[in-house]
């Protein structure tokens, strides 16, 4: 007899629902590429509030991260008066980096936008890269143990160029 149907399938961390603001949209009519960062952002920091690492960690332990490197993938426009929704999936960590692919969703469930992040963990007074406490490496392994069972993301690990078919001149 099975005794894991009533298991929680694993999913990624969801966001809140964001709301795309006027100024945010250009003179092309849609989302300006600099808000899908703001938006990526503000899911994250859902994430690392849920982690113990939000805006309080920073002002009484003088402890926050960086992002070091970011890769956003734009696959389908916003326009204004869409809503949409974050998820982020710890794909790897170790004690001072986090690597995190999330994803843009329009609230009806299509892909707008994904981003791969490396982030630092920094101690301010430097500011220097530093290991998470143990407190906080126990959050992330917690973490990184609810994501593990979830697949690679398709799109992780991308690279930017120009992919050429042999014989074409460059």
Known sequence: MRTDLHMPQPSPEISSI??????????NG????????????????EVSVALGM?????????????????????????HLGDRVRGTLQLIDHDEKRLHVF?????????????????????DMSGPKVAPFPADILGNIEAMRARHAALPWPPRAGRAIGIHRKSGDIT
């Open 18 to 27: 964001f709301a795309l603001e006027k100024d945010w949209i250009d003179y």
């Open 30 to 45: 849609h989302l300006n590429m600099a808000y899908y960062n703001v938006l990526f952002d503000r899911a994250s920091d």
């Open 54 to 78: 939000g805006p309080s960690y920073a002002a009484t332990r003088r402890l926050t991260t960086y992002t070091a490197e970011i890769h956003i993938c734009y696959i389908r426009e916003l």
């Open 102 to 122: 999330q994803e843009l969703r329009h609230v009806d469930g299509w892909l707008a936008a994904t981003s791969e992040v490396l982030t630092l963990h920094v």
